[in-house]
Antibody, heavy 119, light 113 residues
Framework: QVTLKESGPGILQPSQTLSLTCTFS??????????VGWIRQPSGKGLEWLAN???????YYNPSLKNRLTISKDTSNNQAFLKITNVDTADTATYYC???????????WGQGVMVTVSS | DIVMTQTPSSQAVSAGEKVTMSCKSS????????????LAWYQQKPGQSPKLLIY???TRESGVPDRFIGSGSGTDFTLTISSVQAEDLAVYYC?????????FGSGTKLEIK
């Protein structure tokens, strides 16, 4: 059974760094072709793909946010991480992680973690 | 980036009715080497995360009721719900996975009269 769960700070102030953790089970990021992606959704709005990391540590960043994003993984502990630097109110959203296999759409999603940026 | 355009933005139907919603991509999602369309549909119910319904434009994910039907090819795609049920109240998103960044349509909100 594949599950993913996001965790984060809940609330942070503008200019701070947002650190998110995705803890998953039922698959391994050491398996060929496997990946984890991060997606966000402002309240009442659509979905934005942020970044993903593959089993071989290859990474992809959305060019619209590339300079602010860092994705990483801890394969032995079944976790993936996303950092977003210099946050502002526009980064207020629910953040999801999802499993992705090469050439396929994200199939399993976490429940999401709400992040609010406010002074 | 590939732009995904969904219409309508919202639709209200009665239970038992048929509903169709459209998704258009700014470039073809048909990969000639395998003849597959890299297009997925997701259902997001209120307060929940998106759930994968359909991939390869027309293949239902395991456990998805057969009233959900995906069709189309190239740049034009359709999601049909043959007989809407009350539990289908949700926002439906199309997504291309032809290349990165993966991009989503803005969604079609399905309301039940």
């Amino acid at each position: 059974q594949v599950t993913l769960k996001e965790s984060g700070p809940g609330i942070l102030q503008p200019s701070q760094t947002l650190s998110l953790t995705c803890t998953f089970s039922g698959f391994s990021l050491s398996t060929y072709g496997m990946g984890v992606g991060w997606i966000r959704q402002p309240s009442g709005k659509g979905l934005e793909w942020l970044a993903n990391i593959w089993w071989d540590d290859d990474k992809y960043y959305n060019p619209s946010l590339k300079n602010r994003l860092t994705i990483s993984k801890d394969t032995s502990n079944n976790q993936a991480f996303l950092k977003i630097t210099n946050v502002d109110t526009a980064d207020t959203a629910t953040y999801y992680c999802a499993r992705i296999e090469g050439g396929s759409p994200p199939d399993y999603w976490g429940q999401g973690v709400m992040v609010t940026v406010s002074s | 980036d590939i732009v995904m355009t969904q219409t309508p933005s919202s639709q209200a139907v009665s239970a038992g009715e048929k509903v169709t919603m459209s998704c258009k991509s700014s470039q073809s999602l048909l990969y000639n080497e395998n003849k597959k369309n890299y297009l997925a549909w997701y259902q997001q119910k209120p307060g929940q995360s998106p759930k994968l319904l359909i991939y390869w434009a027309s293949t239902r994910e395991s456990g998805v009721p057969d009233r959900f039907i995906g069709s189309g090819s190239g740049t034009d795609f359709t999601l049909t719900i043959s007989s809407v049920q009350a539990e289908d109240l949700a926002v439906y998103y199309c997504q291309q996975y032809y290349n990165f960044p993966l991009t989503f349509g803005s969604g079609t909100k399905l309301e039940i009269k």
